[in-house]
């Protein structure tokens, strides 16, 4: 059973920066990919960045230039370090693993616990 727990959320002040962390257990799938999504209070959850098997990677245009996915394999960690944040940036940050479908869309099946991000004057 795929396990993924997310660290590094916080309060931070506007303009300023942080690094999330996923500890993933396992890839349960050869054309897996990972995600990180977030769910502001009383908004839908939107996905904010992907990565895939193959090293590609996927942003949306909300924070594209802001936040930047990364991973480290060896150690089965996935990141998304945040810059520029903003008090909308404030959410619930979650991680997730699926796997990569014939159209290179990454369709998730498992997600963390969630880390919390506050960004506030």
């Known amino acids: 059973e795929v396990q993924l727990v997310e660290s590094g959320g916080g309060a931070v002040q506007i303009g300023g920066s942080l690094k999330l962390s996923c500890e993933v257990s396992?890839?349960?799938?050869?054309?897996?990919?990972m995600g990180w999504l977030r769910h502001p209070p009383g908004k839908a959850r939107e996905i904010l960045a992907t990565i895939h098997s193959d090293g590609k990677t996927t942003d949306v245009e909300s924070v594209k230039g802001r936040f930047t996915i990364s991973e480290d394999n060896a150690n089965h960690r996935v990141y998304l370090e945040l810059n520029s944040l903003k008090p909308e940036d404030t959410a619930m940050y979650y991680c997730?693993?699926?796997?990569?479908?014939?159209?290179?869309?990454?369709?998730?099946?498992?997600w963390g616990q969630g880390t919390q991000v506050t960004v506030s004057s």
């Open positions: 396992e890839y349960a799938y050869e054309q897996y990919c």
């Open positions: 997730a693993q699926g796997y990569t479908d014939w159209g290179g869309i990454c369709r998730f099946r498992v």
